[in-house]
C-alpha cells in the first residue's frame, strides 16, 4: 500500500463519522510526510517522549501501550492501516502512552504536527473531523477497559477479535470471517491482560466450540454471529454508525 492509499483510508474513516467538502477532503489528501519502515517490536514512540508528528499507518500493524517501571507493558490499543494512531500528539506532544510496531514490517507515514495544524488551523471542519476520531479512539479504549475488567478470559478474546475483524473488514483490508492478524499470541495476550499459556488455551477452547481458528497470521471465524454472541460483541462504540448525521 501506498501512502497515498493509506490517506485514502484516513479520510474515508473521517468521512463515516463527519461531512466533509471537495477542498477539505483534497486537503487531507495531500498531507505530506517522511515514510519510515520499522521491524517487528520495535518502538516508535517511547513513554515520556516528546514528540514533533503524527503516524499515519501504510501497512502492518502497531499497539499502543503503557509501561511500568519494571518494564511490563499494557497493550491498550491495536491500529491498522489507515489509522492515525496518536492524534492526541497534536495536543499533547509530550506523552506518557508509547507506540510499538506489531510482528509484521511496518511502515509509517510520520506528519509533522505543522503541517496538522495548518490544516485545522485552514479547515476547522478537518479539526472537528481529527476531534471525533480521537473521540472514537477513546471509546474502543473505554470498551476494553470493560473488556478486561468485567468479561472473562473467552468472553474478551472474542470481542477482541470480532472488533478486529470489523475493523479489518471496514477499511476493506479483509473480512470480519476472514482476515490476516500479524500478531503474535504473547502480544494479544498483552492486550487481554492474561498469560500466554492461558490465551492458548482460550484459543484452542474458541476452535473446539467451532467460533474460531487461527492458524500463523490467518484468522477464519466460522461463525460470526456466534462469536459475536460469545464475546458480547456489539460494535455502537466504534463509532461507525450514521445515524448521528441526522441529527446534524
Excluded at 6 to 33: D, H, I
Excluded at 203 to 229: F, H, S
Amino acid at each position: 500500500m501506498s501512502a497515498h492509499q493509506a490517506l485514502q483510508l484516513f479520510l474515508r474513516k473521517l468521512s463515516e463519522r463527519s461531512c466533509l467538502n471537495q477542498e477539505e477532503r483534497r486537503a487531507v489528501l495531500e498531507l505530506e510526510g517522511q515514510e519510515v519502515e520499522y521491524a517487528p517490536h520495535r518502538d516508535i514512540v517511547r513513554p515520556g517522549e516528546l514528540t514533533d508528528f503524527c503516524c499515519l499507518i501504510i501497512s502492518g500493524m502497531a499497539a499502543r501501550f503503557g509501561q511500568l517501571p519494571d518494564g511490563t507493558r499494557q497493550i491498550t490499543a491495536v491500529y491498522i492501516a489507515g489509522d492515525m494512531c496518536d492524534l492526541y500528539s497534536l495536543m499533547l506532544p509530550k506523552v506518557e502512552w508509547a507506540l510499538q510496531a506489531l510482528s509484521s514490517r511496518l511502515v509509517l507515514l510520520k506528519v509533522p504536527h505543522r503541517k496538522m495544524q495548518d490544516i485545522v488551523h485552514a479547515y476547522p471542519a478537518v479539526a472537528e473531523a481529527f476531534w471525533r476520531d480521537c473521540v472514537a479512539d477513546a471509546s474502543i479504549l473505554s470498551q476494553w477497559v470493560v473488556n478486561i475488567g468485567r468479561r472473562d478470559a473467552l468472553m474478551r478474546t472474542a470481542h477482541l477479535f470480532c472488533e478486529l475483524g470489523l475493523r479489518i473488514e471496514i477499511a476493506g483490508l479483509g473480512r470480519r470471517t476472514a482476515f490476516q492478524l500479524p500478531v503474535i499470541q504473547s502480544q494479544m495476550a498483552d492486550a487481554l491482560g492474561i498469560t500466554p499459556v492461558h490465551m492458548n488455551r482460550v484459543i484452542r477452547a474458541l476452535r473446539q466450540q467451532g467460533l474460531l481458528t487461527v492458524q500463523g497470521r490467518d484468522v477464519q471465524v466460522p461463525d460470526w454471529n456466534a462469536l459475536a454472541q460469545a464475546g458480547g460483541f456489539e460494535s455502537g462504540y466504534l463509532a461507525i454508525d450514521q445515524r448521528w448525521r441526522t441529527l446534524a
